[in-house]
């Protein structure tokens, strides 16, 4: 299915995506780095031109450490990126339609009604970049919203390749096929949930995390740095290859006797979790100090720099492991 | 504080460890290869003679991929281990005591009203390696409670430094102080509860996160195999670094900042968790069948194998990262 996608096989190429922000510009690159035309919008001149700096440095430092999942040159991934202030010209006879614009449902709704009365192919993919609103508050108004679906990326995209596709009750089963086939042509790995629910799978763990981690943080049983460290120099390890359910089957003796030893305790864990609330008063505003100890907000760029060195040589020695592995278990 | 608990310049030196079971075996090599005189207990010899030939196996594959920790030869760290099948001769004298039963409440409370009858120093550490039962639950019935606390590794203990130090409300904190600094001799990275929970922190995550994995999957949101990808290729890649605050705090622009934008989402999205419930009945029977597509449990061996490969790269791979990062910012 995927192979049909192929770029410089296709019959139509145009992927148009809609803001030209830190997601805008990594879907831009994502389907320029396989010989898409991508054809970038956003209402000011200017922050296209500085959207098409920070896109070649972004790939210059791709390119440099081998990441960049391409045959192409740098300089012909950057020959597939064009840009528009006009939407009807980003838009006009795409294949895929990647709207990055901010998590704003009212702003969102707008674009999206916009976009819809421009003339694309009748299987034309319309995503979405939300990482929370469901698609069925996107798009009920549309005419092609059987055609609409969310595609979430994990942050940074280029480094992190996992990409929730969630349909609204309304979208197509063939509509979301062709955005997986389309997100593994450039070489992202999708998810697809069966039906839509508020933070769809990424946003539910992470605010699951931060619910237990916000009540053992304001209740003082630790401080933030000890709460921190036991993610990344404990159950990190595990979760930079495995998930919660696969980590469970293997620390005991299969899911099943995990179940039977812990199952109780779990349970009775979860039943001490309080009541959700907003993370503020004084236990918040501490919080903030001891992070700012960490990283300063005048420092954020360098933690992020920190942070993509970390993410890029793990992405390079997962790859270097599952090569390993092939050739010891040659199939 | 910590160079003064030097194995070579310690007066006393001995540790105790009781069950020679998974954890009991790491918690002998880890205090082995620090050069701490270590006597291992179990009820039945046949089971401590192979928990050696297992120790001896660990050892070499730990040596070959450097990971050692050690200015020991392989030789002289095996030579640092003794066992025995008498308890008083594995406690007595010991300077950290550190319990590795199955995890049974009325079987633990046993094994330390014998340790606690023991001669032993004032400052000796009574440590626990439960996973979730709290400290108060095993030791009020003890002369030397004040000396006793909860010490929970991850696991694998040897490629996931993280130990969880618990005290129990009658926990003197000089006790806690010496684990601590212990831990940090022998190469493990301690985190400190001010007060004790249920579950701790490790597996009051690890419940938040299956609380809501379970959800998605037992009501057909995602297969299983998505959602573990979601781990895997998504929010994996942070926490082998981060914890989850500062992930907030450098996806925004600072943590109030990220509060304020995403706050009132998150609250959402927490508001339309489930109830905790036992994962049972079809759709947990489904799941089973789905993780043993994956891993047999007759491959469980293997894919503990698999694991390891990756933690002990990931480990090698944070201290290689770690260095370079202080060859770059020197203080």
Known sequence: MADTLQADTATMNKIGIIGSGLIGKSWAMLFACSGYDVMLYDVISDQLQSALVDIEAQLSALYKEGLQRSSLTLAEVKGHICTTTILEECVTGAIYIQEC??????????????????????????????????????????????????????????????????????????????????????????????????????????????????????????????????MSEGLGGWYAFMGPFDVKHINANGFVDSNKKYGAMVEQVQKTFPKPELMQGPAAEKLTRDLEQWTPSNRLADRCRWRDRRMSALLQLKRKLDEEGKREEPK
Do not use: C
Request: proline share 8%; net charge negative.
């Open 101 to 230: 614009v901010p998590e704003n449902r009212d702003l969102k709704r707008d674009v999206w009604r916009q976009i819809d009365d421009v003339i694309t192919p009748d299987d034309v993919v319309f995503a979405t970049s939300t990482s929370a609103i469901v698609p069925s508050l996107l798009s009920d108004h549309l005419k092609k919203r059987h055609r609409f679906m969310v595609a979430h990326p994990a942050n940074p995209p280029l480094l992190n390749p996992m990409v929730e596709l969630v349909p609204a009750p309304w979208t197509e089963p063939a509509a979301v096929d062709r955005a997986r086939a389309l997100m593994e042509v450039i070489g992202q790995v999708p998810i697809v949930l069966n039906k839509e629910i508020d933070g769809f799978v990424q946003a539910r763990i992470q605010a699951a995390i931060i619910h237990v981690a916000w009540q053992l943080v304001s209740e003082d049983y630790v401080d933030v740095e000890s709460l921190e460290t036991a």
